[in-house]
């Protein structure tokens, strides 16, 4: 940086010198500060681009200084409190147990599913063919499932249906009633009594009742 200095005041002094020299005919001495004039200028562009290299790492290196404090102060702020932390771990070990007995529950389900004889199974798959596809009542499909003109499952393979099949045996109750309106022109009251009836579709009296409210 001093040498810059220097070269850049020393510069203009030669140039002037060498002026003053062939000015008084003294080409001699002129020529001599013409080349001290020129060794002072290109001392001054080396020593520029020495500075300006020596410079640049320098910013680069408070730009990176920079980032270092900015990430440490953003690492401070997002710190959690133990209050925080101590919810956070409440929280996961709240869904861990959550998952651990879903887990459980499944292969509880699973083990209970794969212990059910396969004729019980057959019962079960067939109940619930009776329900989606003929609207059938839960006690109708029972008697179907038993009777011997019908599917003759044994009566613990009927039950074990029942008691597991899922189904809305009210809108069954109101599919029944509709076919019944539809296609027999069949009033309120004779549709409500072959819906209850033990030798109709053995409907509970409050299904039948649903589907009476409920048909159009």
């Known amino acids: 940086m001093i040498l810059l200095l ?9 140039v002037i010198m060498s002026v003053i020299s062939f000015v008084k005919k003294d080409g001699l001495k002129g020529k001599k500060m013409l080349k001290f004039s020129g060794i002072s200028f290109a001392a001054i562009i080396v020593t520029a681009i020495g500075v300006g290299a020596t410079a640049e790492p320098t910013e680069t290196s408070n730009k990176d200084k920079e ?10 702020k997002v710190e959690e409190t133990p209050e925080e932390k101590a919810a956070r771990e409440a929280k996961a070990a709240e869904e861990k147990a959550l998952a651990e007995q879903k887990a459980k529950e499944k292969a509880k ?3 209970k599913e794969e212990s059910v004889p396969r004729e019980y199974k057959s019962a079960l798959k067939k109940a619930e063919s009776y329900a ?8 109708g499909i029972y008697d179907q ?10 009566v613990e393979a009927a039950q074990y249906a029942i008691d597991n099949i899922v189904f809305d045996w009210k809108d069954n109750a109101l ?3 509709q076919t019944y309106a539809e296609t027999m022109s069949m009033s309120d009251s004779a549709i409500y009594d072959q819906l209850i009836s033990k030798h109709g ?5 409050e299904e039948a009742q649903y ?6």
């Open 132 to 139: 989606k596809t003929m609207h059938m009542s839960k006690e």
């Open 145 to 154: 499932l038993t009777s011997e003109y019908g599917e003759n499952f044994p």
């Open 67 to 76: 980032k270092v404090e900015t990430v440490a102060k953003v690492e401070e």
């Open 211 to 216: 589907a009476i409210d409920n048909l159009e």
């Open 109 to 111: 389900a699973k083990a």
């Open 6 to 14: 220097v070269s850049m005041l020393a510069l203009p002094v030669f």
């Open 175 to 177: 599919k029944k009633a």
């Open 201 to 205: 579709e053995k409907f509970t009296t």
